[in-house]
């Protein structure tokens, strides 16, 4: 089940609403639990059993992690609970990389290969894993105690408004709300505002766009205009796809009585990789500085493993990513140009943003070009196609996907992520708008958006697959 789904938002959240509102403050966690596994299981009630599990095993270790009396039993128990959630991760996830990768080996060889049925990628498994290995490690660092409750404790783990697309949650961020939150009309009128504008970012705008970028990265021979004209709609595609489904996590949190942070922050408005990835999935760029960057050794070890550290976490945010050596290209990428932005700056350069601005968006396009692609002859045709080396002029094929609906999506897109940039140089800071139509626009956006979903198939969010 999808957010922007049908089913979702005309049976199971007014149901589930009307369940959680009329039970008593004290039996709110059982009922979002049951929701939340429900939720989860509407795709294959198989995988339950995993996420049943992963919740069992971070629950015992972390009340066996904070009873340890010394604090090497302490270490190594957060050793052994890090090690079945990386397990469960690496066997779902990298399975399949690693046998794809072992029998292209062996065919060079002549080898023969090795028989494989694939495994099955669980929905949220790489964001419920990351919520159970930063919840032990806190617990080992003295940062928060372990929950006595395993109803929370699986709430925490499971809730539907972030499980299977983040942002990812740290447990010291809703601990308190766990145990006792309040629901309050003011709370759930901004929660359904913040739903419905992100329902809108994911059907109106990132939906939109996707067939578009699904004909530029099909191109056998992508000119210049068609490779960046389809990377530019992937980015915005991305982008929208991914912050609607942040913003609609978020506005149920509030609904639910959980404040979790803001996940972007203007990404493309960023005048280097490092101030990207301060705007880009926040809680995940947080989460892979405080659990990896500063694991490995953060900076502490003088400039060389600085750099080495910091292309070690990319690549492996990458490989987080999915399971394919072009993400781990894509974190590679974004890697080298975080050091080599250190190595300017300690060197004292610093250039004006009229330059540091497109610089930073073009690393940014060829590293959402690696991301995209579906393997490494894509990618190689797509880059060839940015350099102008199939020619430069738009093709047929894009030029009958840019049809008037796509183009005026795609401008919206643009005009809404340069927006602040442009609100900030207008006198005043911008265009005030009446106060009647700041609350009206997000639900005459979200009716619209309704009647665009009943036209065609729910699409996943971009996300999902990760």
Request: glycine residues 10%; aromatic residues 16%; contains cysteine.
């Amino acid at each position: 089940m999808v957010f922007a789904s049908v089913e979702f938002l005309t049976l199971f959240l007014p149901l589930f609403f009307i369940a959680y509102l009329a039970t008593p403050g004290r039996g709110r966690n059982l009922v979002l639990l049951l929701a939340s596994w429900v939720f989860y299981g509407w795709w294959k009630p198989v995988f339950l059993l995993l996420l049943w599990g992963v919740t069992l095993v971070g629950f015992a270790f972390g009340r066996a992690i904070e009873a340890a009396p010394t604090d090497q039993g302490k270490q190594r128990l957060l050793a052994w609970g890090a090690a079945v959630n990386l397990a469960l991760l690496a066997w779902f996830k990298y399975a399949n990389l690693a046998i794809g990768t072992a029998n292209d080996g062996l065919s060079l060889l002549d080898a023969g290969h090795i028989a494989w049925d694939p495994v099955i990628l669980p929905i949220g498994l790489s964001f419920y894993i990351l919520h159970a290995i930063s919840y032990l490690y806190d617990i080992r660092r003295g940062v928060v105690k372990a929950e006595p409750s395993l109803v929370a404790f699986g709430v925490y783990i499971a809730m539907f408004s972030q499980l299977v697309a983040g942002p990812v949650i740290r447990y010291r961020w809703v601990d308190k709300e766990l145990a006792s939150r309040r629901l309050d009309f003011s709370g759930f009128s901004t929660g359904a505002r913040r739903f419905m504008i992100g329902f809108a970012m994911k059907v109106l705008i990132a939906d939109s766009l996707a067939p578009l970028v699904d004909a530029a990265f099909t191109l056998s021979r992508p000119s210049l205009a068609d490779a960046w004209v389809g990377t530019g709609a992937y980015a915005l595609q991305l982008y929208f796809d991914f912050a609607g489904y942040s913003a609609m996590a978020i506005g149920l949190g509030l609904m639910l009585g959980f404040h979790f942070p803001e996940n972007f922050n203007h990404p493309y408005l960023a005048t280097s990789i490092q101030d990207f990835w301060r705007r880009w999935h926040i809680s995940l760029s947080g989460w892979l500085r405080d659990y990896l960057y500063i694991a490995l050794g953060g900076n502490r070890a003088g400039k060389a493993r600085t750099y080495l550290n910091l292309i070690l976490t990319m690549a492996i945010g990458g490989l987080w990513h999915g399971a394919a050596w072009t993400f781990v290209a894509w974190g590679l990428l974004h890697g080298l140009a975080l050091v080599v932005e250190r190595l300017a700056a300690n060197r004292g350069v610093r250039l004006p943003n009229l330059l540091s601005y497109p610089l930073t968006m073009a690393v940014v396009l060829v590293a959402w070009t690696l991301f995209r692609a579906s393997d490494w002859s894509a990618a190689q045709t797509m880059l060839m196609g940015q350099f102008g080396l199939h020619g430069i002029g738009l093709s047929a094929q894009l030029s009958l996907a840019l049809h008037p609906v796509v183009v005026l999506w795609l401008c919206l897109g643009l005009a809404t992520v340069w927006w602040p940039a442009l609100a900030a140089r207008l006198p005043g800071g911008g265009l005030a708008l009446p106060r009647w139509w700041q609350a009206l626009w997000p639900v005459a956006s979200f009716i619209y958006a309704l009647a665009v979903l009943e036209g065609h198939e729910t699409v996943p969010f971009l996300y999902f697959q990760f």
